[in-house]
């Protein structure tokens, strides 16, 4: 769109993804509730909806709702790249928090992804501690808050990501390609916050699942990250 590479999509096998960090993310929402369980999903930042197809590939049935703030785009995917056969998706333009505030009071999810943040200009209103108690308020019991962040060396937006993400969960991970966390080079770290204490079991199969080399910061590890 406008000469920029969105996404990728693989319309034949929804459940092949070509980004690395999309598919860090797909292996959270794997560990999210028992494989192959529906669950219900919230996507802040809709893209080419690859994990909403990755969702419905692998947890048949899935409520979902994707939240776009570019019309254009999602217009067009929807047009283009059709969604997988019994797709039950709900979307919505405009702002992610408002239309976080926007939906039915009675709505909870499992899984709350958020994928709008590339690099420090992150829009303040929604890189904040608020925007994530909003959005937690939103989680069923077992539900958890993906955050994709997209940075440059130094990592001063996740950095302060983790930071407001502490604030608003009962614990969260970082979980990348090992060389993200020196903070020499750009590229994308997943935050994620849960309800309650970090699974270390979820530690060793992100681990295991890659893509590698990958590496997952927990507990007293994360705070070398935390302003």
């Known amino acids: 769109m406008g000469g920029a590479e969105q996404s990728h999509v693989n319309l034949a096998d929804p459940g092949d993804i ?3 960090y999309l598919r ?3 292996h959270v929402v794997d560990l999210a509730a028992p494989w192959g369980e529906p669950i219900t999903a919230l996507h802040l930042g809709a893209g080419a909806l690859t994990l909403a197809r990755y969702i419905q590939a ?3 049935g899935s409520v979902q709702y994707a939240v776009e703030l570019e019309r254009e785009l999602l217009d067009f995917v929807l047009a283009q790249l059709p969604l997988p056969e019994g ?3 709900h979307t919505v333009i405009g702002d992610a928090r408002d239309a976080l505030a926007g939906l039915p009071a009675e709505l909870r999810f499992d899984v ?3 994928d ?3 690099g420090p200009e992150a829009p303040a209103h929604i890189a904040c501690t608020e925007f994530y108690e909003e959005a937690a308020a939103r989680l069923t019991p077992r539900g958890v808050l993906i955050v994709n962040v997209g940075d440059e060396p130094g990592l001063t937006l996740v950095r302060s990501q983790v930071a407001a993400l502490r604030r608003a969960m009962w614990d969260v991970a970082a979980f990348a390609e090992a060389g993200m966390f020196t903070g020499c080079y750009p ?3 997943i935050l994620t916050g849960t309800q309650g204490p970090w699974p270390e079991v979820w530690t060793a199969a992100l681990t295991a699942r890659g893509p590698h080399p990958a590496k997952v910061l927990a507990g007293v590890e994360l705070d070398v990250l935390s302003d």
């Open 87 to 89: 797709t039950r998706l």
């Open 18 to 20: 070509f980004y690395e």
């Open 116 to 118: 709008i943040f590339s």
């Open 58 to 60: 692998t947890r048949p």
């Open 112 to 114: 709350v992804i958020l």
């Open 187 to 189: 590229g994308n770290i």
């Open 24 to 26: 860090r993310i797909g």
